[in-house]
């Protein structure tokens, strides 16, 4: 059917509601849920804090070696008390920071500056009590190299200045006679003020060296980790667009070639070739006996004519779709009465493509083109709504943009009608998971609130070039609908800021906190891609994002 779309498909049920009960109690959640994306620096955070802690952690280490070596060194006293003293108060207040760190929003470049004074000083009151020429400022070259591959680079800048000043400043006190080095392993032999100097230089330029290595370690890791995600986003677009072209082979795979009713006429039409089959009927290229208009007729597979429920289900299709007046919902032409052996229902023939196709050659779509997706659709959504009928499979397959310009909604194959039991599914969860909103996959009662929902998912595959969310199964990935927010659409794409707000309504989790209408989210769609949301909608959006934020994982 390549180029071409008779304006239906079928869906068939997922899971039995049984195995979903509020999904919550019983469905643990993933350990992977896909492969999700964030920024470099933020990826390095995590990694940094537990860094930090561990250098704390070795620098309780190196506190108590330190402590039980000095009964048996000879150094003057004061400087051991001064050295133990420092220690003791560094250890103090290095805990307070490890048990701090242990919650990332306690991770501040203010307690990073204090955690780095704190080294500091006690690095250089231990270059004073072993030796200012010795190997003790190996302790500090060390420490330069754990503190400056951090995120805030002032900090740094500070250490490392600090650190040469500190050693600068004893050099110099020692270089100019003033006092004599007082370390334990301090040489007695004489040297000369030159080799003083050049060892002072030594060791600065060893803190520098420490500082740029450190620095420049960072910023290959983010070049790899931004090369990881470009990557990353790739594939998942790939695989998105995998995901749908398998769907449109498997339908393609059911098309084409002569029916068992080919040839036959059904109501009004002359059937011909098979234009598409699924679980529950199959379409013909037909022709009106009287007219020649072409149409597509829709007929119930032959085994399920016996079916009474599967049979209810294909005249409440006739009754949703038949019950539509828009343009942008695929027009009902006619529909089998009571009295007709064999319930079918022609449709008008439509030529175009999927949004599945047009996203198979260009993965994003432009900003203008996903408005005007978006405000055709919303609309078709609001005539359904107006006629008490939620759609409940809203998809890429399920929308087509015709030859002559307008987007189309297909399929009402599995569409309710306020009043309905919801008998009709016998109890199966239905729908494409990809796409349903929160309440859809809890198996509980929709309205048309959760085709908004699944429109905002399309809008969202539209401009990330991604689903949102990817699991290994589908009851991991109905766990991900119900309980998290997918990856903000801000880190997979350049998008303005309040359009990370506008998915923030659009996908929230209760069907009350989203937009009530189609209008109103187009409407609100093109105020956020220029940048000018509405000031209310911004702060509802922000309660939300508060609330349940964004997947950063």
């Not at 280490?61 to 001064?82: C, E, N």
Request: net charge neutral; hydrophobic share 50%.
């Amino acid at each position: 059917m390549d180029g071409e779309q008779l304006g239906t498909s079928e869906t068939t049920g997922l899971l039995p509601s049984d195995l979903v009960p509020e999904v919550s109690p019983l469905l643990r959640p993933p350990q992977v849920l896909g492969s999700s994306v964030i920024s470099a620096a933020a990826a390095l955070r995590d990694e940094e804090i537990e860094r930090t802690r561990l250098f704390i952690r070795l620098g309780w280490l190196l506190s108590v070696v330190v402590i039980a070596t000095m009964p048996f060194v000879d150094a003057p006293p004061a400087l051991s008390i001064a050295f133990i003293a420092g220690l003791a108060i560094g250890g103090f207040q290095s805990f307070f920071y490890h048990r701090a760190f242990v919650d990332p929003e306690r991770y501040t470049e203010r307690a990073l500056a204090a955690l780095a004074v704190i080294s500091l000083v006690n690095g250089h009151l231990g270059v004073l009590y072993f030796g200012t020429y010795s190997a003790a400022p190996l302790m500090c070259v060390v420490g330069i190299h754990f503190l400056a591959r951090t995120e805030a680079h002032w900090v740094a800048r500070m250490v490392v200045r600090s650190a040469a000043l500190s050693y600068a400043a004893i050099s110099a006190l020692i270089i100019s006679g003033a006092i004599a080095d007082p370390g334990v392993f301090a040489s007695d032999r004489s040297v000369d003020r030159i080799s003083l100097v050049l060892g002072t230089i030594f060791v600065i330029g060893s803190y520098v060296l420490a500082y740029h290595t450190a620095r420049t370690f960072r910023f290959a890791s983010l070049a790899s980790i931004d090369e990881l995600q470009q990557a990353t986003r790739l594939a998942s677009q790939r695989e998105a667009v995998m995901d749908e072209l398998r769907a449109d082979l498997e339908r393609a795979l059911r098309s084409g070639g002569p029916g068992r009713y080919s040839d036959q006429i059904v109501g009004a039409y002359k059937l011909g070739v098979i234009l598409g089959r699924g679980a529950m009927g199959e379409v013909y290229e037909a022709s009106h006996v009287e007219t020649g208009a072409a149409a597509a007729v829709k007929l119930l597979r032959r085994e399920h004519l016996a079916d009474a429920t599967l049979l209810a289900r294909f005249l409440r299709e006739a009754r949703a779709a038949g019950s539509l007046d828009s343009a942008n919902v695929v027009r009902v032409l006619a529909a089998a009465g009571a009295d007709e052996p064999l319930p079918y229902l022609a449709m008008e023939r439509l030529h175009g493509r999927t949004l599945a196709e047009v996203l198979r050659r260009e993965p994003r779509l432009s900003d203008a083109a996903t408005i005007e997706l978006c405000r055709q659709v919303a609309r078709g959504i609001d005539a359904a709504a107006a006629a008490d009928i939620v759609h409940r499979d809203l998809k890429p397959q399920n929308l087509l943009v015709t030859d002559d310009g307008p987007w189309k909604i297909l399929d009402f194959g599995i569409a309710t009608l306020a009043g309905d039991s919801g008998t009709l599914t016998r109890g199966d969860l239905v729908g494409t998971p990809h796409y349903m909103a929160p309440e859809q996959a809890q198996g509980k009662r929709v309205d048309h609130r959760a085709d908004l929902y699944a429109l905002a998912a399309i809008v969202y595959r539209c401009v990330t070039g991604r689903q949102m969310f990817e699991a290994p199964d589908t009851p991991a990935l109905l766990y991900a609908i119900v309980h998290r927010m997918p990856v903000r659409p801000g880190a997979l794409a350049d998008l303005a800021s309040d359009l990370d707000r506008w998915f923030a309504l659009a996908l929230a989790k209760s069907p009350a906190d989203r937009f009530t209408s189609g209008t109103e989210l187009a409407t609100a769609l093109d105020r956020a891609f220029a940048g000018h949301l509405d000031g209310a909608l911004r702060r509802r959006a922000d309660k939300l994002i508060a609330k349940l934020p964004w997947d950063p994982a």
